[in-house]
């Protein structure tokens, strides 16, 4: 028969397991959403920047890109200009942006377009044309979403502070 220590250290181990698999799930289900015109520059510049420093922070936020009035392809540059940095389109043909994608996210961010569905959304308006400058607008998009993850890391560690 198993003493109370013992059983105290299963039922110890099974809540703190139990715990890290529901902060994986809700890390897993979480959404960030960015939606630009033509959702071919800037929203997928913005994804693709949100997930790789969200990865390296160790986030389980994952970010997707949308437009209002989808171009039929990525914009060419903006492919090249994020290969050169490592980093990969989410997809390169732009996708139209639903009512279902701007429930599904935990934030939305527009940048310098409006949402044809009611919805909160932060605007980053101040985004270079990437066609015309890419760097520019990488110094931009960065600037932004590090404040955001940074903003997201603080919100959880209160959350985890709270429980």
């Known amino acids: 028969m198993l003493s109370q220590r013992c059983l105290f250290a299963l039922f110890a181990g099974l809540l703190l397991t139990l715990s890290a698999l529901a902060q994986g799930a809700?890390?897993?289900?979480?959404?960030?959403?960015?939606v630009c015109e033509h959702g071919a520059a800037k929203s997928v510049m913005a994804a693709a920047h949100f997930n790789k420093l969200a990865k390296e922070r160790g986030l389980g936020i994952r970010?997707?890109?949308r437009g209002t009035n989808p171009d039929?392809?990525?914009?060419p540059k903006v492919i090249a200009g994020l290969?050169?940095?490592g980093l990969t389109a989410i997809s390169r043909k732009p996708q139209l942006?639903?009512?279902q994608d701007v429930s599904?996210?935990?934030?939305v961010i527009t940048l310098g377009?409006?949402?044809?569905?009611?919805a909160e959304a932060a605007d980053w308006n101040d985004i270079p044309s990437p066609n015309e400058d890419y760097a520019a607008a990488t110094r931009v998009i960065r600037r932004h979403v590090e404040a955001l993850?940074?903003?997201v890391s603080v919100a959880r560690g209160n959350a985890a502070k709270a429980k």
């Open 149 to 151: 993850l940074d903003e």
């Open 113 to 118: 377009c409006k949402l044809p569905h009611k």
């Open 97 to 99: 942006l639903s009512e």
């Open 72 to 75: 039929p392809a990525v914009s």
């Open 63 to 65: 970010a997707m890109s």
């Open 104 to 107: 599904d996210a935990q934030r």
């Open 83 to 85: 290969r050169a940095e």
């Open 26 to 34: 809700s890390d897993a289900n979480s959404k960030v959403l960015f």
